[in-house]
């Protein structure tokens, strides 16, 4: 059930005491038997910041129960799970080596260099805080307001891609609900990927290789309902269609 806004308890603007229960959270889902598989960046485009009434980027933990990619051989994907999801398409990354510098020395060709593929994405975006009634401290202890995600079974590498000249269309059973661009997330999502690693350095927690990073949504997110069909296509990739069951 959704609870009340966490800013209740720890205010709208002491953001370590909101990763600091966002650390809890994660440590809690790690003690049931889930292991950490990437990190996600929230928050990155315009749209989505006046979506959740945010001004600023916020990151967390991807988890191997969190993975759903079997949606994409045709298997309904559960919404058992969820509370009140939306959904949204981005880019994601693999890491073939450690981001692991001071964070001052972390450059823009340093994580492209880091980037083993590139592979289209889909977030289940959820709040556990009734009505999505959030301020930014609550999406970040929320862990970044992560659901569910999907990734695509073929990468690219960026020798063959640019991804802040992507383009994104998604639609829910055949109609188009959201549209954007690759400069949309932080004006290119590897440089949403090279924020997030002078974050996690700052943390003390860096970026390793084989991470899966979603670097952000393209577009505004948009809810769906048990029984949808979504597609999202991403210039560069094959397009990404789950159905989600009960």
């Known amino acids: 059930m959704p609870c009340a806004p966490v800013r209740d308890l720890i205010g709208t603007d002491d953001l370590p005491a909101a990763y600091a229960v966002q650390q809890g959270l994660v ?3 790690l003690a049931g038997g889930a292991t950490v ?10 749209a989505v910041q006046r979506q959740l009434g945010v001004d600023q980027p916020d990151f967390g933990y991807l988890l191997s129960d969190m993975d759903v990619s079997h949606g994409v051989d045709g298997t309904p994907i559960s ?4 509370v009140q999801p939306r959904v949204e398409a981005e880019v994601a990354f693999v890491l073939s080596r450690d981001i692991d510098a001071a964070p001052d020395e972390i450059t823009l060709a ?12 889909l977030e289940i975006v ?3 805080i009734a009505e999505w009634d959030i301020a930014f401290t609550d999406t970040v202890a929320d862990n970044a ?11 690219r590498p960026l020798g063959d891609l640019e991804p802040r000249e992507v383009t994104m269309s998604l639609s829910i059973n055949g109609e188009e609900r959201s549209t954007g661009n690759g400069a949309a997330c932080l004006g290119d999502p590897l440089e949403a990927l090279r924020w997030l690693a002078v974050q996690a350095a700052t943390f003390g927690d860096p970026l390793r290789a084989g991470h899966l990073i979603l670097s952000g949504a393209l577009g505004p997110f948009v809810p769906f309902a048990a029984g949808d069909r979504v597609d ?14 009960a």
């Open 232 to 245: 999202a296509t991403i210039s560069g990739f094959d397009t990404l269609s789950v159905t989600f069951g």
């Open 110 to 121: 340093m994580v492209r260099d880091a980037v083993d593929v590139a592979l289209p994405a």
């Open 145 to 155: 307001s992560s659901g569910l995600y999907v990734v695509g079974r073929e990468g």
């Open 37 to 46: 598989v990437g990190r996600k960046i929230g928050a990155t485009s315009e």
């Open 126 to 128: 959820d709040s556990r």
């Open 79 to 82: 919404m058992a799970t969820l």
């Open 27 to 29: 440590q809690a889902r």
